[in-house]
Every structure is written in C-alpha cells, then in structure tokens.
C-alpha cells in the first residue's frame, strides 16, 4: 500500500534535548530523489553511539531529530535511480553509513568519509576541515538524515546503501551488520592482528563484543576484555576472552603480567568518549569538569590508559567514538613508543560480504548480544535501561 493512504501518522523516536526521547507521531516519509527508497522498519537497535546524542555531547542535533542508525526492513518504495539495484519487497539491512559508491573514496572503500553523501558538507568543514559522509539519525554535521527507530525510513542513495538479506537468516542475525558486527570487524582488521598478538579490547558493550569476537576470528593468540559490568566482562569470557574488572584491579598491572611485562601489541578502545568517571581515576574527574563547562567534549582515560600500557610498535585501534576536542594526550609516548593510532567511522559495506558468509557458515550468530527486545513506543524508556546497563541489559532491538 502507497504510505501516502495509510490513515495514521507513522511513529518514530525523536530527540528534544538531553536525556529527552519521545515516540512521537511525525510524517511519512517521501521519496525526494530519484536514488531514494523507503523501507518499512522491522527491527531496530539502540547502540553506543545514541547515548553520545542522548547525552548531548555531540554538537548540532535540534529537538524533532528522528534518531537511529542500526535498521532493517522490507523495501516498499523505489526511486527510478534504484532501477536494477533495488526492487519493492526486498529485505534489506541499512548501513549507518549513507554512501554515493562511484567518489574517489568510496571507489577505495572509505564509505563512511564518501565526498557526496552528506547535505550539510559546508557546516561540516567548518566543523572537521572536511566533510564527512552523511549519516542516518545522528548530528546535523553528518547530514541531519531522519534515523531508523521508525516505522519508515528514507534511505537516500537506496541503490548503493543497502546491504540484501538471505532468506535463511532471521532480523536479530542480519540487523547488525548495519552497524556493531562491521565496526568490531573493523577495529580487529586496524589492528592487523598476528597470530602471536594478545588483543585488549577497552569496554564490553554491543561494540566490544564484536571486536573480542572479531579479533578471535582474525586469528588473535589472546584476547583481554576490559570494564565493570559483570554480566559485560561474563559475556566476554564465554567466548574465550580473559576478563579485567577495572573496578577491582589496575589494568596496567593485570596486562603487564599476562604479557611479561611487555604489554598487548594492539589495543582497541571500544568505550569512546563518556568513559566512567570515578575516584580510582582521578583524570576522569577532571576530564568531566571540562566537559561540564564545555572546555573539551571527550573524556581521554582510555585512550591515555591504552597509550601507556601498548607495547612500543604496537596499534591503537578506535572505534569509540569522539565527538571534538580532548586534553593531556601524551603525544611523547606516542611518538618515542613508535605507536600507530587508526580510527574512523565504520566503512560498514567494505566489510559485509565477507560478515554475511561468517554468519551463514555459522562460524558467528551476532544475536548472542541481544538482551532486550521491545516495542518501538518502549523505546525511550529503553534508553534509560542500556545507558544504566540496569537489568542486565547489553543490547536492546526495538520492533516498530
Ligand atoms: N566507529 C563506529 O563506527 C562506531 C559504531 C558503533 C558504535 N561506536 C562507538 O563505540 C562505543 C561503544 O559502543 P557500545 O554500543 O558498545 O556502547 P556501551 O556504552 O554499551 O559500551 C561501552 C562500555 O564501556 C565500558 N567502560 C566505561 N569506562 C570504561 C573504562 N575506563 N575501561 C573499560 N571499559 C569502560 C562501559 O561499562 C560499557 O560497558 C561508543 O563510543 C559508540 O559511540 C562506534
Ligand atoms: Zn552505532
Ligand atoms: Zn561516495
């Protein structure tokens, strides 16, 4: 049926400022150009990267912005650019990453800094010197797109942005290849893993999940899964990882003693820019000061506790994110230890075709991570629920 006679309003989630989301009734979405399709959500996710928004500290979001950029669903509209690329009533996983496919970076498969896709390219120079790909439900600097926690979606680009679905795999095995699976793939493959290398992957959520599984999957000797979530550091250990509370013990001393005293030779930081703030470490306090009275917008521990303890020669990988500025950095450490930082925005569809055959050949089920499933309406609620980690929660999938 057309969206344009469907009697009700659709709902979608929206933010209105910090710790504010509402299911709201907003329009339908249209096709606008001939590139575009709309696909009818069948199920979403909260991830990480909301939290930054729900929190406000990433800059340019406005009150009515529909969020989410994990989404999947059924293809009911087309453009006629899609011709031959897309039909009606394809299933389709939609990257987070909306990407042109023939800019000189997406023909290297940079997908997430495409030249073309993001609308508000002039702010974002400003902002980060270049611009960056456009990006669904997220700051106005990436394109201001309508996010997926709704029951439709514009997809603009439709016939380069989609990722198909087999039949024989169900919404909670395909969903997030539109985003955690690639990301922790991605922050194994920035670390070029050797098979002597122990890994230390810095926060147990959706996304350190991925990348503990990814980095055993790459062929990583060990690999140490850092946080304080019990239920996190339990998640790690079934799958082999060795787990550090870092509530209860120093991470440097734990890591220096699994390694010789040498350190891992990668670390991946999976917790970004709103790492925990407490009293056994004390620069976290600090750092959110700063934040409060907006004299930077990231909060460093991690990457600071990753600059230090990584073995010299060794790789930082992030995939956190970071939204502008960040103080005490040891730079000198970085350079005297001959370290490699490598960080981005996932380039989600680089790495899909080769995630679709690990899930198909059974070798991982990405729905493992999944804690929480709910109606879309519950949503704002759910937020609450995955930012406090409060019954247990690691994943939420929301069901428009
Ligand atoms: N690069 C990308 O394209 C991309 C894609 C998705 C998510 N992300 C980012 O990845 C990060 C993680 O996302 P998520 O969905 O797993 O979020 P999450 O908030 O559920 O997980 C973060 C985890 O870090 C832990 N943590 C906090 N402080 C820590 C510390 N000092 N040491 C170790 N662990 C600590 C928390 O307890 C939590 O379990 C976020 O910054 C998110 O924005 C990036
Ligand atoms: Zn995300
Ligand atoms: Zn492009």
Redesign the pocket.
């Known amino acids: 049926m057309p969206l344009a006679i469907r009697e009700t309003p659709m709902r979608a989630l929206a933010w209105h400022g910090k710790e504010d989301i509402r299911c709201d009734e907003v329009s339908d979405p249209e096709i606008l150009h001939e590139r575009d399709a709309i696909v009818k959500v069948t199920s979403c996710a909260i991830?990480?990267?909301?939290?930054?928004l729900f929190h406000n500290f990433i800059p340019a979001m406005l009150p009515g912005d529909i969020v989410g950029h994990?989404m999947m669903g059924e293809v009911v509209e087309v453009g006629r650019g899609t011709a031959g690329k897309l039909r009606k009533g394809e299933r389709i996983v939609v990257p987070?990453?909306i990407f042109c496919g023939d800019c000189e970076q997406c023909r290297r498969g940079n997908f997430?800094v495409c030249e073309r896709s993001n609308r508000n390219a002039a702010l974002a120079e400003k902002a980060f010197g270049h611009a960056t790909a456009g990006l669904f439900g997220y700051t106005h600097l990436t394109g201001g797109y309508p996010g997926g926690q709704a029951e439709y979606v514009r997809v603009p680009l439709a016939d380069t942005t989609h990722i198909k679905v087999p039949d024989a795999l169900t919404d909670e095995q395909a969903l997030f290849l539109g985003?955690?699976l690639?990301?922790g793939w991605?922050?194994a493959k920035q670390c070029e893993i050797e098979p002597s290398d122990t890994v230390a992957v810095?926060?147990?959520?959706?996304?350190?999940?991925m990348a503990i599984r990814s980095a055993m999957l790459q062929g990583a000797r060990r690999v140490v899964a850092?946080?304080?979530?019990p239920e996190?550091l339990g998640m790690a250990e079934a799958c082999g990882a060795v787990a550090v509370d870092?509530s209860q013990e120093s991470?440097a001393e734990r890591l220096a003693e699994l390694t010789d005293g040498k350190g891992p030779e990668k670390c991946i930081?999976?917790?970004?820019?709103?790492?925990?703030v407490g009293l056994d470490?004390p620069d976290?306090l600090l750092d959110r000061a700063k934040q409060m009275t907006m004299l930077q917008t990231d909060r460093g521990?991690?990457l600071r506790?990753m600059i230090r303890v990584c073995r010299p020669a060794g790789i930082l990988s992030?995939?956190?994110?970071?939204g502008g500025l960040m103080d005490k950095v040891p730079i000198g450490l970085v350079m005297n230890k001959g370290l490699t930082i490598r960080?981005?925005?996932?380039h989600?569809t680089r790495w899909t075709d080769e995630l679709l055959k690990i899930i198909e050949d059974g070798l991982l089920d990405p729905s493992f991570v999944i804690t929480h499933t709910a109606p879309l309406e519950d949503g704002p609620e759910m937020y609450r629920t995955?930012?406090d980690?409060s019954d247990g929660c690691?994943?939420v999938v929301l069901k428009p």
């Open positions: 991830c990480g990267s909301d939290l930054h994990e987070f990453t997430s985003d955690i690639p990301t991605q922050a810095w926060g147990c959520g959706p996304v350190g999940q850092i946080d304080e979530i996190r870092f991470v930081d999976a917790v970004g820019m709103e790492n925990h470490q976290t521990h991690v506790e992030i995939p956190g994110v970071y960080a981005a925005q996932t989600v995955f930012r980690k690691i994943k």
